[in-house]
């Protein structure tokens, strides 16, 4: 059974840095896109970086400069570098893939969230 577990929310104060990470356990045919999204309370989901399988990433507007996504194939692991964070990037944040499970089509798994709390 394919799993995204995440880890490394918490709480950090404004202009401070965390990492998340999101492993993909699990028998797998093939393991594409990942990325993160998040929601806000009170507001929808919204993406905030992605990265292929090859490496290529894209950012949201709202992170660019500040998030950096990476990705290591070999651990099925991703990461999100969070640095000069804001109050208004306090959220839930989910890693999702596009995964094809062993012996089935690729479709797009979730993880269970972590929460980020940023104080100022």
């Known amino acids: 059974q394919v799993q995204l577990v995440e880890s490394g929310g918490g709480l950090v104060q404004a202009g401070g840095s965390l990492t998340l990470s999101c492993v993909v356990s699990g028998s797998t045919d093939s393991i594409g896109t990942l990325g993160w999204y998040r929601q806000a309370p009170g507001k929808q989901r919204e993406l905030v970086a992605f990265?292929?399988?090859?490496?290529?990433?894209t950012y949201a507007d709202s992170i660019k400069g500040r998030f950096t996504i990476s990705r290591d194939n070999a651990k099925s692991t991703i990461n999100l570098q969070m640095n000069s964070l804001k109050p208004e990037d306090t959220a839930v944040y989910y890693c999702y893939g596009d995964i094809a499970p062993a012996g089935f089509l690729v479709r797009k798994f979730w993880g269970q969230g972590t929460q980020v709390t940023v104080s100022s």
């Open positions: 990265i292929t399988r090859i490496y290529t990433t």
